[in-house]
């Protein structure tokens, strides 16, 4: 609450409990008419809870005035007045005190469930950063093997379903363990990350990339005929062979990619598809190596 909007009940609230107080002491009225002055005492004690005490306190304090006033030798009016002015009070006070309790528990307990949203939302981040890191190489940034078997079988059984085209390229760094041999592991990591780039950079949205094993990558391609395949694995070896590698200082090494291309055909066993590519893809190196080898 706005202390612009404190001002204005404050004003609102005095005004009306006079005119109450002042009504009720002139026309001698009793019971439940002079219960209305309870009305702004329990709202302010309740809703405002230090400050509406103290406005509950002056409410208190203006209906004791008025009754002096209206009644200054008449004792008995005077002793109820003082009495009825008390037991005001003494609401206010209760419920003051047990509105300052309540709204502490809500808080409390909101903050307890705010805890709990935060708790469970890191919960779904940790569990998807899991799930993330289950299924990529960390290496590469490309999916893991396992992740490939998974995604490929289920594509299979959609072209098989839908009957549309689905191609497959598998590729392998030519010359990669003689390079790992004279150079060490650090300068062969940074080949293998280099290639994970540059196909991630090649293929489409629509295209998954893997880490096969070792040096060895795949990518099937949705929706794709063999020569659209082509175009995209052209790409991926002229831009992997124009990449310079210094593994040591005053060296400058480029190295290359063979790469298989197959199509699915309808009714065969997703090992099959796998094998065909693989073939295609070392008498691509049979052949001397960097180049695209496809099935007729």
């Not at 799930?131 to 490929?152: A, K, V």
């Not at 197959?262 to 997703?270: F, I, Q």
Request: with cysteine.
């Amino acid at each position: 609450m706005s202390d612009k909007h404190w001002q204005f009940y404050t004003a609102a609230t005095s005004v009306f409990a006079v005119l109450v107080s002042v009504y009720c002491l002139s026309e001698d009225i009793t019971g439940i008419f002079v219960h209305l002055y309870y009305i702004p005492i329990l709202i302010a004690s309740y809703q405002y809870r230090e400050r509406g005490l103290l406005l509950s306190l002056f409410l208190v304090m203006v209906y004791l005035l008025l009754v002096f006033f209206h009644s200054p030798g008449d004792t008995r009016a005077l002793v109820e007045g003082g009495i009825r002015g008390l037991a005001l009070l003494a609401i206010a006070v209760i419920i003051s005190t047990l509105s300052g309790r309540i709204r502490s528990h809500v808080e409390a307990l909101q903050r307890e469930i705010d805890g709990h949203k935060k708790t469970e939302e890191a919960l779904r981040q940790s569990e998807s950063r899991y799930m993330e890191l289950s299924i990529t190489d960390d290496l590469t940034g490309l999916y893991n093997q396992r992740h490939f078997y998974n995604l490929l079988q289920a594509e299979i059984e959609r072209t098989e379903r839908y009957g549309r085209p689905l191609s497959l390229l598998l590729l392998d760094i030519d010359d990669f363990k003689r390079f790992n041999d004279a150079y060490g592991h650090m300068e062969g990591d940074r080949v293998l990350e280099r290639i994970g780039a540059t196909i991630q950079r090649c293929i489409r949205r629509t295209d998954w990339a893997f880490r096969y094993g070792g040096e060895e990558f795949t990518v099937f391609m949705p929706e794709t005929e063999r020569d659209q395949a082509e175009v995209v694995a052209e790409r991926i070896r002229t831009e992997f062979a124009a990449e310079r590698f210094r593994p040591v200082p005053g060296c400058e090494e480029a190295k290359t990619v063979s790469i298989g291309i197959t199509g699915y055909r309808h009714g065969e066993e997703m090992k099959d598809f796998i094998n065909r590519a693989d073939r295609l893809m070392y008498e691509a190196k049979r052949r001397g190596k960097n180049q695209v080898c496809a099935s007729p």
